[in-house]
């Protein structure tokens, strides 16, 4: 270890908590801020939710706490932009796998090691280039998708105690809204408490055994 003290430590160099950092170097340049977590892996070692080349992104939904989420992150796309030369044309579908998966390794290994269902890859191949007519793509490939479905299908953001927040359970669509919510966790975090124009109470955390939750 470095021997510093920090000011402020965040698990997670995933997309909500790199957006989380770099909203809390801006709140509070001064700060000693560190970020631990895992280096983007060259192929799918982790178990993790963020390692994937595009995003599917959309402003609205259904559920206006997601549109206001992911309204205000895709505005601020711009910012976060890294220039590759390359475009990625990302497609999904919400078809669930699980009848034969049943344990922590079956759900690892299904994700890790298999590229997901050929028919439904050929499918979405062949309607995206029903649309995107003329599209000729460098290369294809398809690849597995697991997601963390909160009993609320809202992200949990919240104290756990005065000095531990929380920012968790992307529900599937966490990446295209997880600039707001890096930056709603990083003020609640340094504030100590809920600072955000959006209602704490969406975002409130449900424990095991609280009614309808089914951690
Ligand atoms: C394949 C795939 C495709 C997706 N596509 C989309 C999409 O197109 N659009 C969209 O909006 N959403 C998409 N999602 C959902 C989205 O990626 C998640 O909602 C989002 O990444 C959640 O952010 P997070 O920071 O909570 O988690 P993650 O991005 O998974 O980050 C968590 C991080 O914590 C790290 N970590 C775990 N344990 C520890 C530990 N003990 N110590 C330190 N670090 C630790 C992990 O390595 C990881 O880096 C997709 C998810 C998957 C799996």
Redesign the pocket.
């Known amino acids: 270890m470095d021997g510093i003290v920090y000011d402020l430590c965040i698990?997670?160099?995933?997309?909500?908590?790199?957006a989380a950092a770099r909203h809390a170097t801006i709140i509070s340049p001064n700060a000693k801020i560190c970020l631990?977590?895992?280096n983007e892996p060259k192929e799918r070692s982790?178990f993790?939710?963020?390692?994937?080349e595009?995003?599917?992104?959309r402003i609205l939904d259904t559920d206006p706490t997601w549109s206001v989420l992911s309204r205000r992150s895709v505005s601020r796309y711009r910012d976060i932009e890294q220039k590759t030369g390359k475009f990625y044309l990302?497609i999904?579908h919400s078809s669930q796998k699980g009848n034969d998966l049943h344990t922590e390794n079956d759900v690892k290994d299904w994700?890790k090691k298999t590229e997901g269902c050929k028919s439904m890859f050929q499918q979405l191949m062949k309607a995206m280039f029903d649309i995107v007519k003329g599209v000729q793509p460098v290369s294809t490939h398809s690849?597995?998708?697991?997601?963390?479905l909160t009993p609320t299908l809202n992200i949990y953001c919240d104290m756990v105690t005065p000095t531990l927040g929380l920012?968790?359970?992307?529900?599937?669509?966490?990446?295209?809204?997880?600039d707001e919510i890096g930056k709603m966790a990083a003020r609640m975090v340094i504030a100590g408490k809920w600072d955000h124009d959006l209602p704490a109470d969406r975002f409130r955390v449900r424990f095991k055994n609280e009614f309808n939750s089914k951690l």
């Not at 698990?11 to 790199?18: K, P, T």
């Not at 920012?167 to 997880?178: I, M, P, Y």
Request: glycine letters at 24%; one cysteine or more; hydrophobic letters at 35%.
């Open positions: 698990v997670g160099a995933g997309l909500i908590g790199s631990i977590g895992p982790i993790a939710s963020h390692y994937d595009g995003r599917i992104t990302k999904g994700f690849n597995t998708c697991v997601t963390t920012a968790v359970g992307g529900c599937g669509h966490g990446a295209k809204a997880s």
